[in-house]
């Protein structure tokens, strides 16, 4: 067993399978001694657990809900890197992390929702997790998800 391995199962986290790609690209791309992953959406066992727009009011998605989510889509993200390097603990470093909200036109606690993404990073990779971030808010997202995460990280 690796050390990120033992790390995640101290946790209670266990990575999924990688979400297949939902249109023309794949999960991860090696460039150097980077990995960029596609947007990962929130999928668990091949399903978007809610859909919608992100805000306070009724009949949209919370924003806590959609931190959890961002959370999931992270670790879709670790799942897709998994895959590309072989072993997480290659990761030197997380370098960024980008989310997008669906937004709610009045909604502005996208920081929030996002750091669902960059609290499991930190909780995982300790200093090595420490990352530049983007949450930006935006009108839809694929198949009408609530967040979208991206990572790049360094391995060696």
Not at 14 to 21: M, N, T
Not at 32 to 38: I, K, P, R, Y
Not at 43 to 72: C, M, Q
Request: hydrophobic share 50%; proline share 6%.
């Amino acid at each position: 067993m690796s050390l990120i391995d033992d790390r995640l199962t101290e946790l209670g986290i266990s990575l999924p399978s990688v979400a297949a790609p939902v249109a023309a690209y794949v999960p991860a791309v090696t460039a150097g001694n980077l990995v960029w992953t596609s947007g990962q959406l929130p999928f668990v066992d091949g399903a978007l657990p809610e859909t919608g727009k992100v805000g306070v009011h009724e009949g949209n998605v919370s924003p806590d809900d959609a931190a959890t989510y961002a959370r999931t889509a992270a670790l879709n993200a670790l799942a897709a890197i998994k895959a590309e390097i072989g072993s997480l603990d290659r990761i030197v470093r997380v370098v960024k992390v980008v989310g997008f909200v669906a937004s709610n036109p009045d909604f502005t606690g996208q920081p929030a929702v996002i750091n669902g993404a960059s609290t499991v990073i930190g909780e995982i990779f300790g200093e090595r997790g420490v990352h530049a971030r983007s949450a930006v808010g935006v009108a839809v997202l694929p198949l009408d998800s609530p967040v979208e995460v991206e990572l790049v990280v360094e391995f060696a």
